[in-house]
């Protein structure tokens, strides 16, 4: 039995419990205080926080994922292209590293979301209390999530790029989602769940769920569908099946915003400088040097050097006409 530490407010918990209800992975479903408690078993305090079933704690949730397609054989999330896995791979990291911006930037930027979902996330932790106990615990955490904004890079100055690049996305997933509910098949891949654990926080959040109502509504009614896809029973595409063109429509974002972002990042840490800057879509972004980024771009770039020829010969059109070819070089 898995245990699955998190909170509902949290983007990777909600992916990580879609990838275990799409599995089939017996596990728990674990929040409030007694989750809080589990990141005192990891060495980096952030949820989710996945007990394995023999005692151990696990917490990164793209190698925890990749983890759990060696220990469950079945209903893999992992294309057996490898062209594909790479692509599904690479639209997942998109999501986790960048997308994300988007869930903090609608989250704690408005007031009208600041209050209400500080609110709801007290809430969600204390399961009872009272509400002044709380409300008072809600504005310490609106407090140090608003003081945090600027080193994730989600301040206003930010925030056009941010949300030019989210409606990008979401209108990619509206015209896609009305005729096929998946990218690689008529079944989930990483890539489905990584972007569906960043939206499903904007499918909550005021601001950003009444945009989502209002301008992609058949988005916003998917990520119901992802949450829970325990009866789905697809099959992949088949092989040398061309890439659907929502995939070419996803991957200009990558190449136009997460490439540019993740060598910015890099060429500033290489050069020992604390921050860097960018201007893509004609708008501006900058915020402090993060290691785990740099992370990133190198096993991105590990994961690409492994493809084979044929792979490469199938894979390297589609990423050079969207600008991801020469930063994975």
């Known amino acids: 039995m898995y245990v699955i530490n998190g909170a509902l407010g949290s983007p990777y918990s909600m992916k990580m419990r879609a990838l275990f209800r799409y599995r089939r992975i ?4 674990n929040h409030g205080a007694a989750a809080q408690a589990a990141q005192s078993q990891v060495k980096a305090p952030v949820i989710p926080v996945i007990e394995y079933p023999d005692g151990s704690f696990h917490n990164d949730s793209t190698p925890v994922l990749y983890d759990l397609e060696t220990r469950h054989t079945g209903r893999s999330v992992v294309p057996p292209d490898p062209e594909k896995a790479f692509i ?3 639209l997942e990291d ?6 994300t911006k988007a869930m903090f930037g609608y989250r704690w930027l408005e007031e009208v979301d600041q209050i209400q979902m500080s609110r709801w996330l007290s809430f969600d932790a204390m399961k009872g209390g009272g509400v002044k106990q709380s409300q008072a615990m809600a504005e310490h955490f609106r407090r140090r999530q608003v003081d945090r904004m600027a080193i994730v890079g989600c301040n206003r100055e930010n925030f056009p790029l941010i949300e030019a690049s989210t409606r990008a996305v979401l209108q990619a997933l509206e015209d896609h989602v009305v005729n096929e509910h998946y990218l690689f098949g008529a079944r989930p891949s990483s890539a489905e769940l990584g972007i569906y654990g960043q939206l499903s926080q904007l499918g909550v959040d005021p601001t950003a769920q009444e945009m989502m109502r209002a301008d992609y509504p058949y988005a916003f009614r998917w990520l119901l569908h992802i949450d829970d896809m325990s009866g ?5 595409d088949v092989p040398d099946a061309p890439f659907k ?3 070419g429509i ?3 974002q990558v190449g136009s915003v ?10 500033a840490m290489e050069a020992g400088e604390d921050t860097f800057s960018i201007e893509v879509m004609g708008k501006p972004y900058s915020q402090g040097t993060f290691k785990y980024q740099l992370k990133c771009l190198a096993d991105l770039r590990s994961r690409f050097a492994a493809l084979d020829g044929d792979a490469r010969a199938k894979v390297d059109p589609l990423l050079a006409e ?5 930063f994975l070089q």
């Open 232 to 236: 789905v029973k697809g099959e992949w």
């Open 88 to 90: 599904a791979h690479l």
């Open 94 to 99: 998109f999501a986790d590293e960048w997308l």
């Open 322 to 326: 969207n600008n991801c070819l020469a």
């Open 245 to 247: 063109p929502v995939i």
């Open 258 to 267: 997460y490439a540019p972002f993740l060598l910015a990042n890099a060429a």
């Open 250 to 252: 996803l991957l200009e």
């Open 26 to 29: 017996t596990h728990i479903w």
